[in-house]
């Protein structure tokens, strides 16, 4: 796994200035917090840097349990994922709901002849109630559609999985395999998977 300009930038400041806080390594890159937060939360993940609360960020340097989690992100997504919750467009909100607690998701992704056309989250569910939306409203009225849905093919790296989640702040995505026409659901890729994935590794240093 190769960092980006940027991230080494990160390290080089706080190999220097260590331990400093996540607005002053922003400050010196002229960038904001949030656009470094995913960096921030790739080498905290892989343990080159260390993280302490109201102290700010230390480096760890490279080792064997670094390498180890190199490899865990370079993993495909399809080694890690859960098996998708799938809805039709014209499935009412209530039978969404039910969907929703019966598989213990939080996210649904809705197809149409087999193909996905949209997304919809516990949050749409619950402002569709809040704006007056009846029961027997299709999931299809209120989901998010193309080209706004944010996937991730089925050969995509780990890495880049979480990197998505974690810049467009989600809880889970869909996993994809291109077909004539769309894409196929395959499977789904969650913080749930991550925070799995993270303590397998972190377990077997």
Do not use: C, W
């Not at 806080?21 to 922003?26: D, V």
Request: hydrophobic share 40%; net charge neutral; charged share 25%.
């Amino acid at each position: 796994m190769k960092f980006t300009a940027r991230q080494k930038k990160i390290i080089d400041i706080v190999k220097e200035f260590q331990p400093i806080t996540g607005e002053k390594i922003a400050s010196k890159l002229n960038l904001s917090r949030a656009t470094l937060r995913p960096d921030f939360t790739l080498l905290t993940m892989v343990e080159v840097l260390g993280a302490r609360p109201k102290v700010g960020y230390y480096y760890l340097g490279y080792n064997g349990s670094v390498n180890q989690r190199r490899e865990s992100l370079s993993m495909s997504v399809e080694e890690v994922m859960s098996l998708p919750t799938l809805v039709d467009e014209q499935t009412s909100i209530y039978d969404a709901v039910v969907s929703l607690f019966l598989e213990d998701a939080g996210t649904l992704f809705v197809t149409n002849e087999g193909l996905l056309t949209g997304v919809v989250s516990r949050k749409d569910l619950l402002r569709s109630f809040l704006g007056g939306q009846t029961q027997a409203t299709p999931v299809g009225v209120l989901m998010t559609r193309e080209p706004k849905i944010i996937k991730v093919d089925k050969d995509a790296s780990v890495l880049e999985a979480t990197r998505l989640i974690v810049e467009h702040d989600i809880d889970a995505i869909p996993v994809v395999s291109k077909q004539e026409g769309g894409y196929l659901v395959v499977g789904r890729y969650t913080k749930t998977n991550i925070a799995k994935l993270f303590v397998e590794v972190v377990g077997n240093d």
